[in-house]
């Protein structure tokens, strides 16, 4: 039960702390997350949110399942429903992945835990929502949506960060 730097078992404890963030970052965008970005946007973004999202929305995750589901059979897509539900998969296997990175990471560098882990939330936000997720064409560009568009997301990232190192702390601790 000692704390001498062993990846493996870092690896096992950001591997549990990012499946519980992942479930924390979605019961936070479900709830405070929206409250947050009603906050910050000015009242036509809000009616303007409010209006689209009366239409089911396609995001990030389930373009990327449809993406996996399509190169895995040979351009077959997936139907709406399946992607739906394949979406939440996505999430949570991306962010046990970050989860366990981060794990060996926090063994191999601890300033990588810098800020409770938030430094850590705020990188995935950047390198995910701001670079990776316009690049493979699964959203928008930050160029194209307003500034206010972001706010939900970054503050949803942190609390995954610190969701994550709160979590990989306890984990650690019992390996």
Request: hydrophobic share 45%; aromatic share 6%; with cysteine.
């Amino acid at each position: 039960m000692g704390q001498e730097r062993h990846v493996a078992r870092g690896i096992v404890a950001g591997l549990a702390a990012g499946l519980v963030a992942s479930w924390v970052m979605n019961e936070f965008m479900a709830g405070p997350g929206q409250i947050l970005q009603q906050a910050v946007q000015t009242p036509e973004e809000n009616e303007r949110e409010a209006i689209e999202s009366e239409e089911p929305k396609e995001d990030a995750t389930m373009k990327t399942a449809d993406a996996i589901a399509s190169a895995v059979t040979g351009g077959q897509h997936l139907s709406w429903e399946e992607r739906q539900k394949s979406g939440p998969i996505v999430h949570y296997a991306f962010g046990g992945l970050m989860g366990a990175l981060y794990g060996a990471f926090a063994e191999l560098w601890p300033g990588i835990r810098a800020g409770f882990g938030a430094t850590y939330g705020s990188l995935l936000f950047t390198g995910a929502d701001l670079i990776a997720v316009p690049a493979l064409k699964l959203g928008p560009s930050p160029t194209d949506q307003p500034a206010t568009a972001q706010a939900s997301p970054l503050a949803a990232h942190l609390v995954y960060g610190i969701t994550t190192e709160c979590v990989r702390r306890i984990a650690r601790s019992l390996l």
